[in-house]
Nanobody, 129 residues
Framework: QVQLVESGGGLVQAGGSLRLSCAVS????????MGWFRQDPGKEREFVAA????????YYADSVKGRFTISRDNAKNTVNLQMNSLKPEDTAIYYC??????????????????????WGQGTQVTVSS
């Protein structure tokens, strides 16, 4: 069983920064692809960013490219999302997700939430204008 626990959410003014962290249990964390998704109430959950098992490949939604950075520390079983230049439209619950069952190959795999088999409980990010 794999458990994911997000932290680091909160309230920030537009233009500010937040750093989200996701602590992952599981002995094979270094083999998992990891992703961040977000969901605003009344909207579909959407892809934000993803990272492959080694950290050598990262993927971003167009809406966050250049502002957000995903990273991982395989020694600490954590994945992080550094969010800069935040905008009110970034307000959402942010979820960390793990793909433990197969290595994604294409960008289309990484952005598809069906690829991920374990999810955290989410952390709220609110950006005020």
């Amino acid at each position: 069983q794999v458990q994911l626990v997000e932290s680091g959410g909160g309230l920030v003014q537009a233009g500010g920064s937040l750093r989200l962290s996701c602590a992952v249990s599981g002995r094979r964390f270094s083999t998992y692809a990891m992703g961040w998704f977000r969901q605003d109430p009344g909207k579909e959950r959407e892809f934000v960013a993803a990272i492959n098992w080694s950290g050598g490949n990262t993927y971003y939604a167009d809406s966050v490219k250049g502002r957000f950075t995903i990273s991982r520390d395989n020694a600490k079983n954590t994945v992080n999302l550094q969010m800069n230049s935040l905008k009110p439209e970034d307000t959402a619950i942010y979820y960390c997700a793990a793909d433990t069952w197969r290595p994604p190959i294409y960008y289309s795999n990484y952005v598809d939430q069906r690829e991920y088999d374990y999810w955290g409980q989410g952390t709220q990010v609110t950006v005020s204008s």
